[in-house]
């Protein structure tokens, strides 16, 4: 996973970042408020890890559905926690797939080399360490 998480990696996203950082704060502003972990903290690191992971533009509402199900349901939505992260296994081992036929300049597609290296890893721990990383275990939850 190390041979992932680079310098030059991590210095390659920080134009992105600072363009969403940039893009967030202009959408509270003006109103002079905010709420920070649902309007900057957990958008901001969504899309970071997004990004690094190489989740498809198209598919990162869906993902995020998922992901907001199966890490901080409020509790109305207990109930479809298992499938959250059914679908969030689903669709990680299916970008694993994609990208063992189509790398691309992703974790994903790291993860994938370092299997078809000496560490090899399988398609299910390939995906394992991308759900880690997705599902930011660290981040503040809603309090609801």
């Given at each position: 996973?190390?041979?992932?998480?680079t310098?030059?990696?991590?210095?390659?996203?920080?134009?992105?970042?600072?363009?969403?950082?940039?893009?967030?704060?202009?959408?509270?502003?003006?109103?002079?408020?905010?709420d920070?972990i649902?309007e900057?903290?957990f958008?901001?690191?969504?899309?970071?890890?997004?990004?690094?992971?190489?989740i498809?533009?198209?598919?990162r509402?869906?993902?995020?559905g998922?992901?907001?199900?199966?890490?901080e349901?409020?509790?109305?939505?207990?109930?479809g926690?298992?499938?959250?992260w059914?679908?969030?296994?689903?669709f990680?081992?299916?970008?694993?797939?994609?990208?063992?036929h189509?790398?691309?300049?992703?974790?994903?597609?790291?993860?994938?080399?370092?299997?078809?290296?000496?560490d090899?890893l399988s398609?299910?721990?390939?995906?394992?360490e991308?759900?880690?990383s997705?599902?930011?275990p660290?981040?503040?939850?809603?309090?609801?």
């Amino acid at each position: 996973m190390g041979k992932a998480f680079t310098t030059r990696r991590v210095e390659s996203v920080r134009p992105a970042i600072q363009a969403r950082v940039d893009t967030l704060v202009d959408g509270f502003a003006a109103r002079g408020e905010a709420d920070l972990i649902e309007e900057f903290a957990f958008p901001l690191t969504c899309s970071v890890i997004m990004d690094l992971v190489g989740i498809p533009a198209s598919r990162r509402q869906e993902f995020d559905g998922w992901v907001r199900g199966a890490v901080e349901p409020r509790p109305h939505e207990y109930a479809g926690v298992p499938q959250a992260w059914e679908s969030i296994w689903a669709f990680l081992a299916d970008l694993v797939t994609d990208k063992e036929h189509d790398p691309g300049d992703d974790l994903t597609s790291e993860l994938v080399a370092v299997r078809d290296g000496t560490d090899r890893l399988s398609p299910e721990e390939s995906s394992a360490e991308c759900s880690a990383s997705c599902c930011w275990p660290d981040t503040p939850r809603r309090s609801t």
